[in-house]
């Protein structure tokens, strides 16, 4: 089993930055792929950026430029450093992880991102 615990998420103003934070904990898991997703108010969770092992990163278009993924593997954990952030960024934001040994993915409990006009 694994568990994810994100943190970071806060209320911001627009154009502002904040950095979120995941962290796999458990034993016996090998995590691939680490990423970050998103749930807006009305729509469905969406990808926001992904990243191997190995560094190879992934972005949704709406937040290239903008959102920085990255990881530590010795850590297992994931970070998204949010910058130029719109009030259309306020979602409930969610990491999830690949174990390439039970293969499954795994889910975080959310952090709420709130951006103020």
């Known amino acids: 089993q694994v568990q994810l615990v994100e943190s970071g998420g806060a209320l911001v103003q627009a154009g502002g930055s904040l950095r979120l934070s995941c962290v796999a904990s458990?034993?016996?898991?090998?995590?691939?792929?680490m990423g970050w997703y998103r749930q807006c108010p009305g729509k469905q969770r969406e990808l926001v950026a992904a990243?191997?092992?190995?560094?190879?990163?992934n972005y949704a278009d709406s937040v290239k430029g903008r959102f920085t993924i990255s990881r530590d593997n010795a850590k297992n954990s994931v970070y998204l450093q949010m910058n130029s952030l719109k009030p259309e960024d306020t979602c409930v934001y969610y990491c999830?992880?690949?174990?390439?040994?039970?293969?499954?993915?795994?889910w975080g409990q959310g952090t709420q991102v709130t951006v103020s006009s």
């Open positions: 999830n992880a690949l174990d390439s040994i039970r293969n499954y993915a795994y």
């Open positions: 458990g034993s016996g898991f090998r995590i691939t792929v």
């Open positions: 990243i191997t092992s190995i560094g190879i990163t």
